[in-house]
């Protein structure tokens, strides 16, 4: 069945509030929560870089990161609600985050200041492609409220990756 004719179909509406079908609610949900996970990854690891920053330039990154990681942490809620809306479920514990992010953790490692902003940047990169993903996955369901909300926050992610890339130019 088609997105048109599952909207509709009454019978097969997932939530009574929502009018996409079941395959979009499914597939929507399980795509934002996966990048719900990655996103809080990359927090924590942006605020981990920016909590063990040091350097002839520990001023100007350590700002920079403690500022990323707000932009970050800022996306959180707008993914988590917008799988709530459609009906899905959003993640519940750090051990969900832990069996979905894609994104590396940085645990215990000692870095160098460029290296770490040289992962942040790959990072941030990697969740640009998922968000990418994901939008094109929203309309190919016609969902164009959550692939709106993704499309403010892929440019708030260049915005990041534009920032890093030019804080690691020699």
Known sequence: MSTAQERRNPATVVANWSDLGPSAVHEIS???TNLLADVFALYLKTKNFHWHMSGPHFRDYHLLLDEQADQIFA???????RVRKIGGRALQSIGDVARRQR???ADGRDMLAGKMLEEVRA???RLLAFMREAHALCDRHED???ASVLENRIDETEQRLWFLYEATRD
């Open 30 to 32: 399980a795509a934002f």
């Open 75 to 81: 996306m959180t809620d707008a993914i988590a609600e």
């Open 123 to 125: 990072d941030n990169l």
């Open 103 to 105: 994104l590396g953790d």
């Open 144 to 146: 164009v409220a959550s």
